[in-house]
Every structure is written in C-alpha cells, then in structure tokens.
C-alpha cells in the first residue's frame, strides 16, 4: 500500500555540533535501509529546500506510523502524509 | 529531470454529460501516451479525493509547462508543482 | 484499518430539487448499506455545518478510494482523509 | 455528549530527559484512566504524526475542558475541539 | 451550556428578489423566536459585514445542530461553532 | 461600544514559575476589576484551549486598546479585535 | 474615531453592463458624499488590484456598519475591518 | 521603479468561444506593446499553471496600476504586488 | 508616492529590559523625525495589538525600504507593504 | 532554466555579533560569485522585508539545489521555488 509522505526538516541553528552529525549519519543508515528493504520506494529532495518527497510501500497504517516515528530526524521534522490509490489511467497492471 | 505534480480537479456539477465523457476520455488517452513516453513517470490518486500525485521526467520546464497545458482537464484543474532533486541517502546511483 | 475522513457539503443553492432530494436518499441509503456491512465504522455531524466525520474501518487504501468516489455527493464534497493507527495509549488490546 | 478532539504535540528537542519521561508516563496513565471511565472514548494516532485524533464522551463543555486541561502535556498541545451530533443517516438508534 | 457560532452569509447577487426578501423575513422571525425562548443568548452584527457572531445557550450539542440547520438562510452561510466553558477569573458565579 | 475579543495565550513551557504564578494572578485581579466596572462584560473559555472569548462595552478604541495593552498577560497573547454593531434582528430595544 | 477598511471587489464576469455601470456611478456618488461630510477621511486604490485601503472616522460601530452596509457595491465585497486607537508615538496632540 | 507582479487567470470553463479569442489576442497585443516601450520588462510563465510572474519597470503606482487595470484579462486575474527595491549584494551599479 | 504599511512586533518576553527600553526609545524618536520631515504620513495603532497601520509618503521604493530597514524594532517585525495609487472617487485633485 | 526563487530571512535577534558579521559577509560574497557566472541572473530586495525575490539560470534541478543549499544564509532561510518557462506574449525570441 503506498504513501506519500512530505518531510519538512527544522533544526535549530544552535544545534549541538556532535548531535547533529550523528543525528544525520543515523537519518542516512536508517533511510537507506529502508529503501533496500523495499518500504521506503522513493526518496526525492524538494529542490532548495529542507524538505523531502518520498513513496512509502507498506502493509498498513500502523508500520508507516512506525517507520516514521524511528526518524532519528522526526522530532525535527513537519510531517505530511497522503494515502494514495491506484489510479484508473495508470498504465501499469500491477497494484499500486 | 523530475517533478512532482499535485492535480486536483473541479469539474462543474452541471457539465454537459457528453462533453465530460469525452474529456475524460481525451485525458485518459493523454495521460496513457505520456505514461508509454516515459515522461509520465507515475500517476498516483490521492485516496478519496479528485486529485492525483504525479512524477514527471522530463527534459527542461518549457517541456513540463506544455505537458500541462495540454491536459484535456487543465482547464478544471489546480495544479501545484515542486521540482526534485536527488537526495543525499537516496541508494540509486543514476541521477534522478 | 482505519481512516477518519471529514466531508463537506456544498450543494448549490439552485440545485433541481428532484435531483436533490433523490441524491440524498441514495447518499442515506449509501452510508447505511456501508455501516451494516461494517466498513463505516462511525458517522457523525459536526455541529452546526453541512460536514461529518467519519472513521472508515477497510482493507486498504484503494478500497477507501472506492468507497467515498461512491458516494452520491462526491461530486459536492470537500474530503480530507487522515490515516489512523494504533495508540500506544490506547488500553484496548486489539490492534485498530 | 461527543466531541472530536485533535492534539498536536510540539515537545522543545532539548527538553530535559527526565521531565519528559515523567510527563510522557503521566499522560498516558491520566488518557488510560479516562478511557476506563468512559469519557475517553477513542483514541488514534495520525498516522506518522506526533498527533492523535480522540472522541470524549462528557456531560458538557465545561467537563471537557476539564479533562483536556488536566492533560500533563497540555502545555505542549495544539488543540481544535469539534462538537459532534447525531447524524441522520447513522443507523444505531441509541444518541450519540 | 453556551457555544459562540459566527455565521457569514453568502448571498448569491442573482437571486430573486421574493425568495430574498421571504427567506429574510424567515430569518428575522426564527432568529428572534429563539431569542425569545432563551436559546439565543446574544445576536451581534460583525460591523461592517454580511457576518454576525451568537452565542447560544442549549441543552447539548444535538439542539444546537437542529437550531443551526433550522436557519432559512442556513444554505448560504458559512458556520463555525466555538464551544464556551465557565472562566476561572469569571466573577458571576452561576454556571455559563 | 461592543467589541469582541479573543485571546490566546502562549506561555513559554519553561518560564518561571514565580513570574507565572504572579503573572496569572495579576491578569484575574486585572480581568475581575473590569468586569465589576462594566466594561469587561462577558468572560468565557474555549473549551479545551487555553483561549478566551470576551465581550466588552467601552466608549471608544483607545479605551479597549489601552485596556488590552494593560493585560498582564498582553505579551504572551494573540488576540483579535471585531467591533460588533446592532444586529437588525435584536429583539432587545436597548443599543449594543 | 478611527477605523481602517480594506474593500475588495469581486464583479461578475457577465454582469450585466446597465447594472453594472449604475452600480459603480452610485458607489461614487455614495463615497463622495461621505468623503464631503468628513466620515470616509481617506480612499487609495491598492495599486493593481480591485480593493481599496480605507480610513473611518466614524462616532461609533454602529454608524461605520450602516456607511459599510449602504456601499452600491457592498454585496460584491469582502471587507476586513481595523479599529485604530492613537499611537504613542504619533506626534499629532489631536486625538485620532 | 521595479515591481514583481503574480497574475493568477481564472477563465470561467463556459466563457463564449469569440469573447475568449478576442481577449487573448488583446492581452497578448496589450503585453507585448508594454514590452517594446520598455515598462512590462520580463514576462515569464509559471511552470504548469494559468500564471504568470512579471516585473515591471514603472515611474510610480499610479502608473503601475494603471498598467494592470488596462489588462484584456484583469477581470478574470487575482494579482499580487511586490515593490522591489536594490539589493546590497547585487553586482550591478546602476539603481534597479 | 503612498504605501500603507503593517508592522506587528513581536519582542521576546525574555528580552534585556535595557535593550528594550533603550530601543524603543530610539524606535519612538525614529518614527517622530520622519513624521516631522513628511515621509510618514499616518501612524495609528491596530487597537488592542502590538501592531500599527502606517501610510508612507515617499519617492521610491528604495527610499522606503531604507526607511522600513532603518526601524530600530525592524529585526522584531513581520512587515507588509501595499503600495497605494489614486482612487478615481477621492475628492481630492492632488495626486495621492 | 530559469527559477523564481523567494527567500526570507529569519535571523534570531540574539545571533552573535561575529557570527552574523561573518555568514552575512559569506552571503554577500557567494551571491555575487553566482552573479558574475551568470546563474544568479537577477536579485531584488523584496522593498521593507528581510527578503528578496531572485531568478536563477541553471542546468537543472540538480544545479538549483546545490546552489540553494550552500547559501550561507540557508540555515535561517525560507525559500519557495516556481519553474519559470517561456510566456508566448514574451516578445524575446530566445529561450528563456
């Protein structure tokens, strides 16, 4: 089942150094292990801003719920989240 | 170079009932085209809403601007786009 | 799995008042059909406005898309759709 | 009597650990006993949100503001209350 | 128990004239038919606008949907309801 | 002169509990005065918000402003002005 | 005393021209007069835009909701109103 | 003077075939006039939308809004006005 | 030429008492020499807000913008700027 | 490819002195770098507003992206972004 999920990044600019370093190295392993698995489909940078698009394939609500409360980044972050449906002019045959 | 296209549509309750299927028709038939391009990367419905999420793949914004433009539906349609870039922890190596 | 929809009504003030009255007993007879075979799980008025929240009880999101492109006012609805999950408050056991 | 209730939370990211941990643990016994008392009728999370979407059952206004400012983190909380009624498609007999 | 409702009405400037001036004359007579009997606590003109802001005092929030959808000019308005609950620094000491 | 006013207050999470203690007995002194003078009139919480309605009858726009402005709490609030007028359908003789 | 109103104007496209040109003579006749006897104290053009930048000044609420209410033009406006009040810093010892 | 100016055109879907023809050809005729003379400098499509971004180099706001009034399409148009003025970092000596 | 301007201010509670009296100090000498010299017009409080409406008279949109830049409260300040043209109903022959 | 990029500048009032010396200093520099390269085609001062309204000329999304993200402001930044493409009223024949 796919997701549209809309991150809108704030970190304060007095951020701790260390903090912030590894709150972003731990952001990155655990997007990237995501995307092997298969759950996080696609992950777009919004040009020029802190924010990111991105495609979630999950068996349900309650995993992306908790697939997005394991940010490391999402005590910083605006969250939007768009169920999306299959669409009857999509040329694929497969289920979205 | 990629875009997201957010639609959502507002077809008059009174429309004539031929000229609607007909341009339902014509935008199902444009949309499809794109989709086997390849611009038309995916087309998503936004569950419950007359709205779709859509990635676009295409060469310069004069490209993505006519693309629009010529939906059957444009003229019914509000249309925000966001350009995409790649992303830092995105694991595909070609550049989106 | 559930979803909280709230819709909002906008019929316009010279609709045919056949069309009318026909469009809300469908709509009725609609929302009834969907309460019995369990998947409109609560359906309430917001106090004072032509709107109801609801909480849809469903399989996925494309059946959600189904059921509310069914209903007989779609066409003069405002629908957003907030995906629910578990609470970790919640003292009931099975999950929602 | 119902009403919808919707909860945002905003916790500063340098609030103090232990604080936190009490507040969090408090809240959620004050949410649980309200749930086993009836008045706390529903409780979801939005998806991928730091937000819940709750139904209160109260006698009147005043005991729901009671409740929701009796909320350990309701110094934290963005809230929109929504009055709910009986809706005259709904098929349980019984008053909402 | 009190709520504050602000109504804004949204005449269409095409309409005819006696279904106007009929639904107005409606309007005035319910409107102080409620205040007669006590429901309509209060009745202010918003200066300057097509607007007022109410406050009602009701058994529940049932009554106060079926007193708002009573309103003749209820299809032209836009409603928000505000429930009310006493104030701590409130000095009368009867219950809103 | 009858003015609507709605105040929402924003106390910072970790302000100090003296001045907040001081702060909120001040601003019921202050509130209380007014009311016993006449010019606050009404006084109601929006339930489950720390937010109020009130309603006040003064001679002119410097006395509101200068009465708001004297809110101990002023610099912690959000408020809105809406000058409210005589409503034609007010069954009460007197000027608002 | 002293109120700011913004007026903006929205027309229909297929107005009828007669009524149209009637409506927009008596809406200058209506704020010449009232600029003449010293109540409509200032009128600007919001540069490119069909709304104006207004200044009352007006003896009480009620007087500027009959001025508002009897505009040619007032069913094709949205009006926002702004009570001012002397500022301590104006160097004018007249009261506003 | 330099102003950036947001149109935002609303064709009403049933607008007569001709009327619209001739508007378009007017606006395209009134645009490109004001460009040759120097004061409508840059005219730039919003990507996918019935919009467009300007910037106009005028001697005052009168002159710019009689610019904008003058538009074939101004009835149809929400516009936004931004008055521009020289930026510290800009690389170029003369006045904007 | 004329632009009415909005300032709201928002000073941290926390703010260096000095600082504060020290600049609104200068915030208030500020605005008087520039009433004196002509350039700001009106100055009126939004009544019951830390907020004025202000209307300025100036040669260009660089001046103003020197003048909003040179505000001592400017770093306090969200700002909003309308330039103003001439109203064909203002009675008055001189250009605004 | 040319962009319409909108920024506002948050600076927090108590930012040290040096600090903001120095990332203003870096701003000024980098800005006029992408100046004279001639991807920074234009850079306005949003008149009274700690903003600007910038058009950029790039390769693509990617471009756009880097540029916006190494701005030494761009932590206390907001930015919007609107795809420009050509107008067909813009009379320069080459591409825009």
């Known amino acids: 089942m796919l997701f549209a999920v809309r991150m809108t ?3 304060p600019p007095d951020m701790d ?3 912030r370093t590894a709150t972003l190295a731990a952001e990155k392993e655990y997007a990237q292990k ?3 698995s ?3 489909l696609h992950l777009w ?3 020029g801003r802190y924010a990111n698009l991105s495609i979630f394939d999950v068996t349900d609500n309650d995993r992306l719920n908790d697939i997005l409360w394991g940010l490391p980044l ?3 972050m605006d969250v939007t989240v768009t ?3 299959r669409h009857p002019s999509d040329i694929r045959q497969q289920r979205v």
Chains 1, 2, 3, 4, 5, 6, 7, 8, 9, 10 share one sequence.
């Open 17 to 19: 150094t260390d903090v």
């Open 34 to 36: 995501l995307q092997r």
């Open 45 to 47: 940078r919004c040009a």
């Open 9 to 11: 990044v704030h970190l």
């Open 38 to 40: 298969g759950e996080w």
């Open 83 to 85: 169920p999306l449906a």
């Open 74 to 76: 999402f005590p910083y």
